[in-house]
């Protein structure tokens, strides 16, 4: 069955047979699908099809079909009933239209068939060029064209020699320097109050145990030293501490043997 | 083949026969090591001459050139065993309104045919290579388009779109703008007139 | 192609082209329904005459015909193309380590750099064509051993492996230093020496 042929039964003749028509509705896929071969069958222009007639033989057919018990897809049934009530409109008088006409849903039908009806040409036309491999043919027997890639590395002696240095300078056995640092250890700072306390009972400031000449950043070391370290004597029960208020000095004084803690 | 060919004119000859793909100029060009695009058109041009009566043509599609048996040996060479896909009828109206409509979204081809296009159509002419993405448009939802592929214009043996058979006609009559242009068009006029002259009919129609 | 070719002619070369196979007279004439051998021999003579100055000839192979390129301009159907790299960090050092070792193992090239040495790296620069193999190491498990080529020196503009400075002047250049930079890179995670496929070591080898 060929698409350029009418290969609808017509709606009025009763030559169709039911296998035809089950063949026929299997190819198809649609309702405007099925309104174009009405259409075409009523061999006219489509810009002048009766849209009328046609909405009768659509309606003729989709009873046919009915009637024959085959299931009808949605879309043939929604187009059918779409178009019975267009098929109402225009035949009611024209003060009681709704807006959308008629005139305006059939024109809108119409634009749409030409359209698919274009297509269907343009298709035909289309698979009847001359085809490859169907009406012309190409090289059986292709040499084939090659592109070998080769590539063609670079590098030069300094970055050569560059690279040897850096897996020498990363491989190299690495020296350690740990750097000098002026600190005063507790266990020195402990020894150097407990010795300075021994001289006296007297309170001293905290600021008095620390080296005299030394640099800003080692007495910075003793001082948290001596801090901590009076404050072991303390625990011990050596020393006694006392600070008048918050940031005031802090004193350290001897305890007498024997003496408990303040 | 009486008068001898030029140097150049017989390395485009045996690149484009030996060439398993239609080629451009330029990637012709770059194949034979750098010669000016414009001296291979002038090449293409002598050979497309030399062979124009001959058993074999020298053709242009989508701009890439390549070696075909002449459409009038068709009857001669005919496989026994057909080569070509045979395309279901749905295919082949989805193939040409892409072609002419291009880019197209599904929605679109879909209300030109009226009826729903199974994903399986679109693979099936994806697969032949005829068609192929060609983006999303720019409307909500984002829907991908589809156009045709340098493949199709070779298969089917046209030089650019333009060949498409009559789609300065279709253009003209307006059978490639949407329906709601149309009736925009035809509502601008009265219809009842409009039917009354094929010609009058025509111009409304091409927006 | 001056001149109008036969009917035959056209066919027979039609035929020959559109083969997929060289075809002998008799299986030419067969296809071309029932010619007469003879009148087929003649288009062939024709044929082959007129390709002869062409860019693809007509020819003959144990009595089956068929077209191919012409010789002269076989070089055309492969082309080779060069593409230039600059060799990888991991390449180069893995390089100057067999400079100025060689000959030397992968073994031991692994131990001086301190890291495992991807056989692709190896593979590099032999394709290159800077070192070789140079035999194999009498040691348990023989390995084999690489020494850089004449190719090498060429490439470096080196008269002898001896104009290789040595540590003393590395030193002095300043390029054995710790360099922040050249630490922080050693310590990194070197995905050259990490992947042992070729094909992505291929990638990472082109900086």
Known sequence: MSADEPFMFPPDAGRADADALYLELDGWEGPLDLLLDLARRQKVDLRQISILALVDQYLTYIERAGAMKLELAADYLVMAAWLAYLKSAMLLPKAEQEDPSPEELALRLQLRLQRLGAMREAAARLMGRDRIGRDV??????????????????????SLIQAYGQVKA??????????????????????RVSAMLGVTLEWMEIRDFLPPHASPELKRSALASSFVAALELAKRGRAEIAQDGAFTPLRIRRLKEGAAAV | MSDEPGTLERAVEATL??????????????????????DVQDALATLEARYRLRGVHLVERGKRWHFETAPDLAHLLRREKEQVRRLSRAA???????????????????SIRGVQTSA???????????IKLAGRREVPGRPVIYATTPEFLDHFGLASRRDLPGIDELRAAGLLDPVDEAMEAAMRFDPDDADESDAADDENLAD
């Open chain 1, 170 to 191: 990363r491989t190299a056995p690495r020296i350690y320097h740990v750097a000098n640092r002026p600190v005063m250890t507790l266990d020195s700072a402990l020894e």
């Open chain 2, 92 to 110: 082949t109206e989805v193939l040409a309104i892409i072609a002419y409509h291009e880019p197209v979204s599904r929605a679109e081809i879909e």
């Open chain 2, 17 to 38: 026969f030996a060439s398993e793909e239609p080629l451009t100029v330029d990637a012709l060009a770059a194949h034979l090591g750098g010669i000016a695009p414009g």
């Open chain 1, 137 to 158: 043919f190409l090289r059986g027997l292709p040499e084939g064209l090659r592109t070998d890639r080769k590539t063609v590395w670079r590098s030069d002696i300094f």
């Open chain 2, 120 to 130: 399986g159509t679109l693979d099936v002419l994806m697969e032949a290579g005829w």
